[in-house]
């Protein structure tokens, strides 16, 4: 029976524990370059040292054509190598590892380019920044850039990369049927829709060799009419099981969903039979799926966390607002103080992130400043 502070292995690396910490967009890079920032480290390197095995820093955007926020960091040029490699060291410092995690906006983009378009899989005007189709010398492009991401990663001495393939960005737009109304061989069935993810897969794969570990995050579903379905999530990840992805995270919803079914939900504290978001997909997923799974959503408390490992309905538990608010809560736990993570789900932090602030709990920082005792 596995234990949630077992340390384990994903192809070369080693994590002490199966916490992981879900991708979040910080918002703290340099906000013209994407370079990292003092702030940037601070952020990562206080998860780190509060226990979690796995930090995964957020929406490493792989080309400019790609960039979706101010303030996203950036993993699209040579230059933003040494502020990486200074974000590995600090968390690697802490016993943890890093695994970078690559993305392209696609046509869920709030920052038009030089060419004043987004590019994606059709011509969609999702934002204000109006999409035009991806052209087949787009697609081998972008499968490049991922590829190019991928070397600046390991160079720098991340442990591990994860492709953004959920929540609506590139990689999920082609997946959908909602976003991807194409007609040639990137479109229509299932196997065509994930002919670019897998493009990208392949590529990074043979870019970083067999013993880097390549992961990637997709969606079990949309949540909107017409997008990816429940019944297509395992086809797909049998697909990324035989191209050799070394792990899966599963999540769901997209920008354009209804908040209730978004990764993100506003939900406030429930019970903790609610706190699980994608547990029928987990289940259907470790019914045919050797890969190792990480499931992301929900997860308050540290009895359902600990379930999720010893029942087997995966392998890996993400958080990411929990660990906003309370970035020490991995080590609290581990240390014998059990309480549920004290995050109600607001939401708030996605106000100081799209302003390109930085990433924080903004309740906590409205008791701190009130003089509240903070827990």
């Known amino acids: 029976m596995a234990d949630l502070f077992e340390r384990t292995e994903v192809n070369s690396m080693v994590l002490r524990n ?61 230059e933003v190598i040494p502020g990486l490699s200074r974000m590995a060291e600090a968390v690697h410092h802490h016993g943890a590892r890093i695994a970078l995690q690559l993305q392209h906006a696609g046509g869920n ?59 609506s960005y590139l990689l999920s737009q082609f997946l959908s049927p909602y976003f991807n109304r194409r007609t040639d061989g990137y479109g229509g069935s299932l196997e065509n829709r994930a002919r670019f993810p897998l493009e990208v897969l392949r590529a ?96 308050r408390s540290y009895e359902v966390a600990n379930w999720v490992v010893r029942s087997g309905l995966a392998d890996y538990v993400s958080l990411s607002r929990p660990l906003i608010r309370e970035p020490g809560l991995i080590g609290r736990w581990q240390q014998g103080d059990t309480r549920p993570s004290t995050c109600t789900s607001c939401n708030l932090c996605f106000g100081p992130v799209r302003a390109g602030e930085g990433l924080y709990c903004v309740p906590l920082a409205q008791e701190r400043q009130r003089g509240e005792p903070v827990d």
Do not use: W
């Open 204 to 299: 990074v794969r043979q870019a970083v060799g067999p013993r880097f570990p390549v992961m990637i995050k997709v969606n079990c579903e949309d949540f909107v009419d017409g997008g990816f379905a429940l019944h297509d999530f395992v086809p797909l990840c049998l697909m990324l099981e035989r191209e050799g992805v070394d792990a899966i995270e599963v999540s769901g919803g997209t920008h354009f969903s209804d908040p209730r079914y978004f990764c993100s939900r506003p939900v406030g504290t429930v019970p903790r039979e609610q706190e699980i978001y994608f547990k029928e997909a987990a289940e259907r997923y470790k019914r045919e799926i050797s890969v190792p799974l990480m499931l992301v959503g929900g997860v």
């Open 18 to 78: 199966r916490l992981v910490h879900s991708a979040t967009n910080e918002g703290a890079a340099n906000r013209e370059d994407g370079c990292v920032t003092e702030q940037l480290i601070a952020l990562r390197e206080e998860v780190a040292k509060g226990g979690v095995g796995l930090v995964i820093p957020g929406n490493a955007y792989v080309s400019d054509e790609g960039k979706s926020r101010p303030g996203q960091l950036g993993v699209h040029s040579d």
């Open 109 to 167: 983009m709030y920052v038009p380019p030089a060419t004043g378009y987004a590019l994606g899989p059709s011509d969609l005007q999702l934002t204000d920044v109006p999409s035009k189709a991806m052209t087949i010398d787009d697609i081998a492009r972008t499968v490049a850039d991922f590829a190019s991401a991928a070397i600046r990663a390991k160079a720098a001495g991340c442990d591990a990369v994860q492709l953004h393939g959920a929540h």
